[in-house]
C-alpha cells in the first residue's frame, strides 16, 4: 500500500513537474490525438487524408494558443489539425509527407500557418508520432514561432535582389568617408569592381567634379539639418569618361540615432540630359524659327493673310494677317479678325464688284493669282494692290480659304502708266521720224522697221520684217555689213557708218547708221538702230570737191603766172631803190606766197580725195631736211626751235613732202603756242623706222578733239572762231605719212600743249 502511495505521488510529481514546465516553456507544446488510429501500412495520400480528418489538438499550452493570437491554451484545445495547418498550402502537405517519410519523426520542419486574424505565421517544429501495433495514436510536437525572422529574411532577400537588380549605383562610406559598400549598379555605373574600392576614400574613387544644382555647401548644410541631399553632380567613370548623375544622399544611423554613415543613391541621368538638352535647343530653335518667322512676316513690305470661307460672304473669317495692315491701311490687326469680310469692305467702291468676282472666281477654280484693286486706308486715301493668293483645300480637296500676300503698287502702278504714256510718245516719235529705227535679231533677222523704210526705199516693211537685213545691202558692202552688226551686238557704235543699201528700184542709197545692243529682261536680244539717207549728202560732197579740185586748178595758173610777174617787178624796183614800192611788193610776194600755198593744199585734198597722191621716194637725210625747215622757219617767228640731232639720220621717203608735213607741224606748233614757247624737235630710231616728235607747250587739244583732228576740214573753234586756216593741213600730213609707210598720232592736253608724232621708214 505504501508503495503503491510512493509510486502513484511519483506519478503525481512528474505530472505535476511536467505541467509546470509546460506552462512556462517559451517554446509551444501540443499533443494531436487522432478520432482514430491510422494504419502506417497505408498510402502517404490516404494517410494524409486520415490525418485531416480525425487529428485534433487534444493538449497545449498558453504559448501555443499566443502564437495563433489566442489567451490560453484551453481556448485552443479540440481545434480541428485542418485549422490550424491548412490543406490548401502546398508547404504544409509537404510538411506532413515528409513526418509520414521519416517515420513519423521529424526536426525543425517548417510549416505555413495563420491566426486567428488571418496573419502569417511561420513555425518550426519537432514531432514525433506515437505508433503501436502498426497504427499511429496520436503526436507529440513543440513549435518555435519564427515569423520575424522569416519576414526579416524573406525582406532582406527582396532587398538584396534589389539592389542587385537596380541599375542605380548603391554606395555607402562611413564617417572617415570610406566606402562600405558598393552594389552591382555602381560597378556598372562608374566601372570600378566592389574589390577594388571598398575601404578606400570615396573621393579617390569618384570625387565630384562639379555641383550642379547646387554647391557643396548646400550639401553638408542639407545633410547636417535634414540628414537628406538631393541633387545634380558631375562625375568621372573609371574611364573618365563625364556622367551627369543625379544623387539622393542619406545620412544613416544606428538603433541609438548615432550617426555611422552616409548612404548614396546615384543614377545616370547622362542620357537624358542629353535629350533634355537636346530637347531645350530644339525648343530653344523653334522658337528661333517661330520669332524669326515672326519677324520676317512683319517686315514683308506686304499684308500676309489667310482667311477662311468664300471671299466674299459674310461667313468669311480671317485667321491670320501680318502686323504691316498697321503700316500700310491704318487698321489694326484685331479690326481685321473681328470683322468678317474686312477686305472687301474697304475695296474702293468702283472696284469692289469685280474685285470680289475675281477673288471669288479664283477660290471656285482653286487658281491661284493676282488680284488688283484699289484698297482705301483709314485716312482715306486710295491706294493700288496687288493680293497674291491661293486657295486652301481641305483632305477631300474641297477649297475651304485662300491665303496670299497684298501688296502696295501704287508707285510702281503710277510709274508704269507713266511708261505707258512714254512708251506711247516714243511710239510716235518713230513712226513720225524721218529717218528709219530698225531691229535686228541675234541672226541677222529684221524684227521691226519704223514706217519712213517705206518712203526711203520703196519696200513694204511687211515684205522685210522676218527677212534678214543683208538682203538690202549693197553686195560690195556685204562683209562691211556683216562686220558692223557682229560689232554692234557687243558695243554702241555711236561713229557713224555707211552702207549702201539697194531700193526697189533697184537705185543705191548710202545710209549712215549708228546701232546699240538690245536687251531684254537682262539677255542680249539683238541690236537697234538709226539710219538715214545721206545720198544727197554724199553727192553734195562730191560735187564741192570736184569744185575744190577745179578751183584751185584754175587758181594756180594766173597765181604762179601773178608770182613770177611780181618776182620781175622786184627785181626792177630794187635797181630804183625805191623804199615804199619795195615794201609794198615784199608784202604782194608774201600775200601771194600765201595763196599758192593755200592752193597747193587745195590740190593735194583734192589729189588724195581722187587718190591721186603721188609720192616719188627717195632715200634723203632726214636730219638736214629738217635743219633747213627749222632754220626757215625760226626767221619767221621768235618762239625758240629747239632741235639738236646728234647723229644723221637717213629715210626713205618724198623728201618734199616729208618737207612740208615738218614745215605743217611746226607752224601749227608756233600758231597754237601763242605765248612764245619753245618748240622741241626730237628723233629717235626704233627698230626700222625713226620716229619724228614736234613738241610745243602751247594750248594743247582737248580729249574730244583728239580724234577728229586728222580729219579734213576739222578745225578747233574757240569762240565759234577758228585761228584762220582751212583746217586741212594735218590731214593732209597724216595722207603724206601713210603714203610714205609710217604713220602720225598725237599726244596732248589741254592747257600744256601737244606732241605730234610720225613715223617714217628707215632705209633698206
Ligand atoms: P589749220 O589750218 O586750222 O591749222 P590743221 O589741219 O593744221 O588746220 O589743224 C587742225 C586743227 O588742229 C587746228 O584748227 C587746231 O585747232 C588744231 N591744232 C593743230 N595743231 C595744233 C597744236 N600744235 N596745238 C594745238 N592745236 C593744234
Known amino acids: 500500500m505504501k508503495k503503491k502511495k510512493k509510486v502513484a505521488s511519483e506519478t503525481d510529481i512528474a505530472i505535476e513537474r511536467y505541467k509546470a514546465f509546460l506552462a512556462t516553456s517559451s517554446e509551444a507544446i501540443w499533443r494531436f490525438e487522432l478520432d482514430e488510429p491510422i494504419l502506417i501500412s497505408l498510402s502517404i495520400r490516404k494517410q494524409i487524408n486520415l490525418i485531416y480528418k480525425h487529428a485534433y489538438l487534444a493538449e497545449c499550452n498558453d504559448a501555443l494558443a499566443h502564437m495563433y493570437g489566442m489567451k490560453s491554451g484551453e481556448e485552443m484545445v479540440g481545434t480541428r489539425l485542418g485549422d490550424l495547418l491548412p490543406r490548401s498550402e502546398k508547404a504544409n502537405i509537404e510538411y506532413l509527407t515528409n513526418f509520414i517519410k521519416s517515420d513519423y519523426r521529424l526536426v525543425d520542419a517548417e510549416s505555413k500557418e495563420y ?23 496520436r503526436a507529440w510536437g513543440t513549435q518555435r514561432d519564427i515569423t520575424k525572422q522569416r519576414t526579416l529574411e524573406e525582406q532582406l532577400f527582396h532587398h538584396s535582389r534589389l539592389l542587385e537588380n537596380i541599375s542605380d549605383a548603391v554606395i555607402s562610406i562611413d564617417l572617415d568617408k570610406k566606402i562600405t559598400s558598393w552594389n552591382a549598379g555602381a560597378e556598372m555605373l562608374y566601372g570600378w569592381k566592389q574589390d577594388d574600392v571598398i575601404g578606400k576614400y570615396i573621393s579617390d574613387i569618384i570625387p565630384v567634379k562639379e555641383f550642379v544644382t547646387s554647391s557643396l555647401k548646400d550639401y553638408r548644410e542639407s545633410l547636417k539639418k535634414i540628414g537628406k541631399w538631393m541633387g545634380e553632380v558631375i562625375q568621372n567613370n573609371k574611364d573618365g569618361a563625364s556622367l551627369h548623375i543625379l544623387g539622393t544622399v542619406s545620412v544613416v544611423t544606428d538603433d541609438k540615432g548615432k550617426t555611422i554613415g552616409v548612404v548614396a543613391l546615384n543614377r545616370n541621368i547622362t542620357e537624358k540630359k542629353k535629350s533634355e538638352d537636346e530637347r531645350n535647343w530644339l525648343l530653344a530653335e523653334v522658337q528661333y524659327q517661330r520669332k524669326r518667322l515672326n519677324d520676317i ?14 471671299p466674299d460672304q459674310q461667313s468669311q473669317r480671317i485667321n491670320f494677317v501680318s502686323g504691316y495692315v498697321k503700316k500700310m491701311l491704318g487698321y489694326s490687326v484685331s479690326d481685321w479678325l473681328n470683322t468678317p469680310n474686312f477686305w472687301l469692305k474697304i475695296v474702293h467702291p468702283e472696284d469692289r464688284e469685280k474685285a470680289a468676282a475675281v477673288a471669288n472666281e479664283k477660290f471656285e ?27 486652301i483645300v481641305d483632305g477631300s480637296g474641297k477649297a475651304i480659304g485662300m491665303r496670299g500676300v497684298t501688296m502696295d503698287i501704287t508707285q510702281s502702278k503710277m510709274a ?20 528709219v529705227i530698225y531691229s535686228i535679231d541675234l541672226e541677222g533677222k529684221l524684227i521691226s522697221l519704223s514706217p519712213s523704210f517705206e518712203v526711203l526705199t520703196g519696200w513694204k516693211v511687211k515684205d522685210w520684217v522676218g527677212k534678214h537685213f543683208l538682203g538690202l545691202v549693197h553686195p560690195e558692202d556685204t562683209e562691211y555689213a556683216k562686220e558692223r552688226f557682229i560689232s554692234g551686238l557687243k558695243v554702241p557704235l555711236k561713229e557713224p557708218y555707211h552702207i549702201r543699201i539697194m531700193t526697189q528700184k533697184g537705185r543705191v542709197i548710202v545710209g549712215e547708221f549708228r546701232s546699240t545692243p538690245y536687251f531684254e529682261n537682262g539677255k542680249l536680244i539683238g541690236l537697234i538702230g538709226i539710219g538715214r539717207n545721206i545720198t544727197e549728202r554724199i553727192e553734195l560732197e562730191k560735187r564741192k570737191d570736184d569744185f575744190i579740185s577745179m578751183a584751185s586748178h584754175e587758181l594756180k595758173t594766173p597765181v604762179t603766172s601773178l608770182k613770177l610777174y611780181t618776182q620781175v617787178l622786184e627785181k626792177q624796183f630794187s635797181k630804183t631803190n625805191e623804199k615804199g614800192t619795195g615794201h609794198a611788193l615784199e608784202k604782194m610776194n608774201n600775200q601771194i606766197e600765201r595763196l599758192t600755198n593755200l592752193i597747193g593744199d587745195l590740190l593735194d585734198l583734192s589729189r588724195i580725195q581722187a587718190g591721186k597722191l603721188h609720192i616719188r621716194p627717195a632715200v634723203f637725210s632726214l636730219t638736214e631736211v629738217t635743219q633747213e625747215v627749222v632754220e626757215s622757219i625760226q626767221a619767221t617767228t621768235t618762239h625758240p626751235l629747239i632741235f639738236r640731232s646728234t647723229e644723221n639720220i637717213s629715210v626713205y621717203a618724198d ?13 601749227n606748233a608756233v600758231k597754237y603756242s ?79 600743249g601737244s606732241t605730234f608724232f610720225f613715223s617714217l621708214p628707215l632705209p633698206k
Open 674 to 752: 601763242p605765248d612764245q614757247e619753245k618748240i622741241v624737235i626730237i628723233f629717235k630710231v626704233q627698230e626700222s623706222s625713226v620716229i619724228v616728235s614736234v613738241r610745243d607747250y602751247g594750248q594743247g587739244i582737248s580729249k574730244e578733239h583728239i580724234s577728229k583732228i586728222f580729219d579734213r576740214f576739222y578745225q578747233i573753234q574757240e569762240n565759234g572762231k577758228s585761228a584762220g586756216g582751212l583746217g586741212i593741213g594735218l590731214h593732209i600730213s597724216n595722207e603724206i605719212i601713210k603714203r610714205n609707210g609710217g604713220e602720225m598720232w598725237v599726244q596732248s592736253k589741254e592747257g600744256y
Open 416 to 435: 508704269d502708266d507713266a511708261l505707258q504714256i512714254s512708251e506711247a510718245k516714243y511710239r510716235n516719235l518713230v513712226q513720225l521720224a524721218p529717218d
Open 365 to 391: 477654280k482653286k487658281q491661284s493669282g493676282v488680284n488688283r484693286f484699289r484698297w482705301i486706308t483709314k485716312k482715306g486715301k486710295v491706294i493700288w494692290v496687288d493680293a497674291h493668293s491661293s486657295v
Open 115 to 137: 491566426d486567428r486574424n488571418g496573419e502569417v505565421h511561420y513555425f518550426v517544429n519537432n514531432l514525433v508520432g506515437i505508433v503501436e501495433n502498426g497504427k499511429v495514436l
Open 655 to 667: 623728201k618734199e613732202r616729208v618737207a612740208q608735213v615738218l614745215i605743217n607741224l611746226l607752224t
Open 297 to 310: 512676316m512683319n517686315d514683308v513690305p506686304g499684308i500676309i493673310w489667310e482667311a477662311y470661307g468664300k
